[in-house]
């Protein structure tokens, strides 16, 4: 083949209008993401954007709005049980899972209801 995939630049998920406070405060405050500037041109569909590492979570608003609830983002991170706790201080409930070999992971879902896996290797 004469092209190759290089690697994942962004993960969308969707929000109801009116909703970058709410995605800020789970996001940015909560998740510890940084927030991003979007596009001029791309500012007045609303949404708000967010990076960690080199990569890009945009929240995206759709109206009408439906959450994603079977398909969903997997991030990996390093230290899952601070997290865990970390989520618990701030009231976001999550869902342990021990159905994947070699990881530790749970799953949480945004305040629109869109579920987000968080995994560990061990």
Known sequence: M?????SID???????????????RFFGEILGLQ???KPE???KRGGV?????????H???EDPFA????????FEIQNLEALKIHLTKNEVSFIVDTDLPGANR???HDPFGNRIEILEWI
């Open 59 to 61: 929240i995206g608003i």
């Open 10 to 24: 962004h993960v969308q998920l969707a929000a109801p209008k009116g909703s970058e406070k709410i995605a800020r």
């Open 67 to 74: 959450p994603a609830k079977k398909a969903h983002p997997a």
């Open 41 to 43: 041109n791309l500012r």
């Open 49 to 57: 954007w967010f990076s960690f590492a080199s990569y890009q979570v």
């Open 35 to 37: 927030e991003i500037e």
């Open 106 to 108: 749970i799953y949480v």
């Open 2 to 6: 004469s092209f190759a995939f290089k």
